[in-house]
């Protein structure tokens, strides 16, 4: 039935155009190509679509490749996801070649990546090792990060480079693999942020909280004078972390902030499978003023950390 309140809208008044004269997002120039048998990985990069993820993909690389052209700061922040799913080569390989200029990670990264020059195997199989009265509180791993850790207090050191130095002087049977143990030889600061209770051996009979405690502070401002380099150019990765290094990133920025050090016209990226509230906010959105921009890639990072690497180190 009518209802005399809601007239019916006629579409004979609607107002058309010519397709011709309306703003298109998509082109057929900006479509995938084919990749056909036997081409270069280039032919790969350059037939992606030039829309959505697959052209700010490009887009962030280009800035990464301005970024280590103007000697500008490459930093990589992540979690231990990365060492877990096999990525270690591919960071040790980008770090020797100049694509990253410093490290930032949680206590996770570091005991991974001890354990991988200690032993070639990390990661515990938690559901196994409850089901036969085990513990993640490995003997060597507390032991020797805590001896570590004690002695980097003493010499001044942060963290990261105190684990560093311990894997140089220890001579473990796997420092090929390690990323901290390259991280040092190559003189690549590693800044280690934790959370007292968040890691296995934080309930270790040898783990100290106060060496702990300072050592992160230690490296806390190390890490905000190496945010304070990234201005007009400089670039910072968030790689799978979604609650610590998002906001030790934002402090560094406010840290800086708070000295009269203007962060302006720099590059920002997220890898992770979904999208994260904090990540969003403390390295996509708040921190970028002036020309700078922040980026968003969903996926895995198995495959999209060595994409990554391999669009920027093509040619490079």
Request: hydrophobic letters at 45%; glycine letters at 8%; proline letters at 5%.
């Amino acid at each position: 039935m009518p209802y005399k309140k809601y007239p019916l809208l006629n579409k004979k008044n609607v107002k058309v155009a010519p397709i011709s004269e309306r703003q298109s997002l998509v082109h057929i120039t900006d479509f995938a190509r084919p990749f056909m048998p036997g081409a270069d990985f280039q032919s790969f990069v350059d037939g992606l679509p030039n829309i959505l993820a697959a052209k700010e993909l490009r887009e962030f690389s280009r800035h990464m490749i301005e970024a280590r052209r103007f000697d500008k700061p490459i930093v990589w922040g992540m979690g231990g996801h990365m060492l877990v799913i096999g990525l270690g080569p591919v960071l040790i390989d980008l770090m020797e070649r100049g694509w990253i200029s410093a490290i930032a990670s949680n206590g996770a990264f570091m005991i991974h990546d001890f354990e991988i020059a200690l032993a070639g195997g990390t990661s515990e199989a938690a559901a196994e090792n409850r089901l036969a009265d085990s513990t993640s509180v490995t003997e060597e791993t507390g032991l020797f990060l805590s001896l570590a850790l004690k002695e980097g207090m003493l010499k001044n050191m942060g963290a990261g480079e105190a684990v560093g130095y311990y894997l140089i002087q220890a001579k473990l049977p796997h420092l090929e693999h390690s990323v901290l143990y390259h991280a040092y030889k190559l003189n690549i600061p590693v800044t280690i942020h934790p959370g007292i209770g968040t890691d296995c051996i934080h309930t270790h009979p040898m783990f100290v909280g106060e060496v702990t405690g300072a050592l992160a502070e230690r490296d806390f401002n190390l890490f905000s004078s190496i945010i304070a380099k990234i201005s007009a150019g400089g670039v910072y990765l968030n790689i799978g972390s979604a609650v610590i290094m998002p906001e030790v990133f934002m402090r560094a920025v406010s840290f800086c902030a708070a000295q009269g050090i203007e962060l302006k016209d720099f590059y920002t990226a997220v890898f992770d499978f979904i999208r994260q509230y904090r990540a969003q906010k403390n390295v996509i959105q708040r921190p970028i003023s002036g020309s700078g921009k922040g980026y968003y890639f969903i996926g895995h990072h198995e495959l999209m950390i060595p994409l990554l690497a391999a669009i920027i180190t093509r040619e490079h």
